[in-house]
């Protein structure tokens, strides 16, 4: 087999694995409809953003990465259950307590599901992929963690993959280690196996790249890891919104997920991890919902998922999540992923026919994110005028300085794309740059 | 949403391409560095200071269009001015960003006095539109500031990135 890009992985799991709400893809997969979609959404309404305003342009979303728009079924759902079904959980006696707990434990299942992981029991609601990474930073990593030991992260990695483990290191008098990329902005997996030595403790690796796109090949480093008996965290954060995720097929041992970036509320995400592994971890944080027992003489914790739950959860948050699996489940995820493929390869191309613009990175597959430069011109003036021109991207480091450093830029525009996203807004962002060039020529 | 070419004038568009006063000042005796990391806005600036007058200055550096023709009209406007004197540009030009003072209101007489003792500065004014750019704008002159306080030999180093738009 070819170097496995784990997307690729897990759509063909995805759609191996029975049953969908949708019938399989035949061999072409029809066609998506993407104004249909667009219709579940109510930001893309006329007058969306900028309120009654029909007049008003459509919004030209292309920052998906940052932050993914909502469908109705999730802003539904999560005011359906403030409205008619709101309690705390856990044991809770009174019916709309029992009702909670119901909602609760079935978005674990939900996210179970979406990554087709074996057992409910395994996710662990936290903020979003950032508290998870620091969950098992703190958690798993620093009690085993000696002076001189090694962390292999990547230089695609987001501040959210290098700053916790960077802080477990410190604590320990560890070292954090970094896997380079390769001009086209793909993983060199020679480099990263030298770099996995006798001393790596953990391998902690985006599954796609927030600033370049790029899709790592998660399986084959998981392979290599656990060749040499190293575990791996996959931060699935700029994965999650372009598909079901098989964290069985990847062979990862722990997986971070945010839920705002994959159409599901902020304030909630998800980390899962194996079940021998979480049952061994201390707890990451104290208080009510996590023990069995507390006696002023000592507490016993509450088994896993519970222990690393402290304190009331975001219930409505994981409510809202749910509503938006199941939202992505009853998608037919062949026709998204060519529909997103083609949004992204006509962007490049797009990009590329402006004079004096640059797309960084030419990975072997780039999934949803377009980073570019334009030459002689800050990316924070070519945000600017875009944002006048109506087409919402994003400039800066991305909360990927070190990549930045590697790629030799200060920060670059981004241009991001969702399942709602259509090719009139390739087209509006391919003017919008042209504009760009002509003001500041 | 704002018109462009109220952000992006010519006279800025003209000094960020072709910034005056750009380089290093070997006179200099007194000096800062400006850094907003999160943009990758930077510029080293350096002050002649004789007899409580800014005989020279000059500054290196890249950013974005806004900082750099901002640091550049800076230069043009402090040249040969007391050193009192630029001090007080700079609180009038912070002033007239962050929407404070007489000149708040706009079209008032208030703000058509601040806009005049602004001079060329008055470019910059579309920028308080955009609260996201005001630190872009500003950068220059906290960094002025800094370096009328503090010898060349020890430059100071500030940022406006954690100042919000309101400071």
Redesign the interface.
């Known amino acids: 087999m070819a170097v496995g890009t784990g997307i690729e992985d897990d759509l063909r799991a995805a759609r191996a694995r029975p049953p969908r709400a949708r019938p399989p893809a035949a061999e072409a997969p029809a066609p998506f409809d993407v104004e249909r979609v667009r219709g579940e959404l109510p930001v893309f309404a006329p007058g969306g953003p900028g309120g009654p305003d029909a007049a008003a342009p459509p919004l030209v979303y292309l920052d998906s990465a940052a932050s993914a728009q909502k469908p109705r079924a999730v802003i539904d759902a999560v005011a359906r259950f403030y409205a008619t079904g709101y309690s705390n959980v856990h044991r809770g006696l009174h019916p709309i307590a029992a009702a909670a707990d119901a909602a609760y434990e079935g978005a674990r299942e939900a996210v179970r599901r979406y990554l087709n992981a074996p057992q409910a029991g395994e996710v662990v609601f936290v903020r979003g992929a950032t508290e998870a990474i620091n969950l098992v930073a703190w958690s798993y990593l620093a009690p085993r963690l000696e002076p001189g030991d090694e962390v292999l992260v990547t230089e695609l990695e987001h501040h959210a993959n290098i700053v916790p483990w960077q802080l477990v290191c410190h604590a320990a008098g560890a070292r954090l280690v970094a896997a380079p990329i390769d001009a086209a902005g793909d993983l060199d997996l020679a480099a990263f196996a030298e770099r996995l030595g006798p001393r790596t403790r953990m391998v902690a690796v985006t599954q796609v790249s927030n600033a370049l796109g790029t899709a790592v090949p998660v399986a084959e480093v998981v392979r290599l890891a656990h060749e040499r008996g190293v575990p791996v965290l996959v931060d699935g954060a700029q994965a999650v919104p372009h598909g079901p995720v098989d964290v069985q097929a990847l062979g990862c041992d722990f997986y971070a997920l945010s839920g705002h970036k994959m159409y599901g509320p902020t304030g909630i995400g998800a980390l899962w991890a194996r079940g021998e592994l979480l049952a061994a971890m201390p707890p990451y944080q104290g208080g009510g919902g996590m023990i069995r027992s507390v006696a002023l003489a000592g507490t016993r914790f509450a088994p896993p998922p519970e222990r690393f739950e402290a304190g009331t959860p975001h219930i409505v948050g994981a409510v809202g999540l749910a509503a938006a699996i199941e939202w992505l489940e009853a998608l037919d995820w062949a026709a998204v992923a060519a529909h997103e493929e083609r949004l992204v390869t006509s962007a490049v191309a797009a990009l590329e026919a402006v004079p004096g613009v640059t797309v960084l990175g030419r990975p072997r597959r780039r999934v949803g994110v377009v980073s570019f430069v334009v030459d002689g011109?800050?990316?924070?003036?070519v945000g600017?005028?875009l944002?006048?021109e109506?087409v919402a991207v994003r400039a800066?480091?991305h909360c990927a300085q070190p990549l930045m450093e590697r790629l030799g830029v200060?920060?670059t525009t981004r241009a991001s794309f969702a399942l709602y996203n259509r090719q009139a807004d390739v087209e509006a962002l391919a003017r919008g740059v042209a504009r760009v060039r002509e003001?500041?020529a | 949403m704002s018109d462009l070419s109220d952000l992006y004038q010519d006279v800025i568009l003209d000094h960020s391409r072709r910034p005056r006063n750009f380089g290093a000042l070997p006179t200099a005796n007194h000096a800062a560095e400006g850094d907003n990391p999160l943009c990758g806005d930077r510029l080293t600036l350096g002050v002649e200071v004789r007899d409580g007058e800014i005989a020279g200055i000059a500054f290196e550096g890249s950013g974005c269009a806004i900082s750099m023709a901002s640091a550049s009209l800076m230069t043009e406007a402090v040249r040969g001015r007391p050193v009192g004197e630029a001090g007080e540009l700079s609180e009038r030009f912070r002033r007239l960003l962050k929407g404070e003072g007489a000149g708040a209101e706009e079209g008032s007489a208030g703000a058509v006095a601040e806009l005049e003792a602004l001079g060329k500065l008055a470019a910059l004014e579309g920028v308080k539109r955009y609260p996201m750019r005001v630190k872009c704008a500003t950068l220059a002159w906290h960094t002025l500031d800094a370096a009328l306080a503090a010898p060349a030999t020890d430059p100071e180093l500030v940022t406006t990135e954690w100042e919000g738009t309101t400071e």
């Open positions: 011109v800050h990316p924070h003036d600017t005028v944002a006048a109506g800066g480091h200060p920060a003001l500041f």
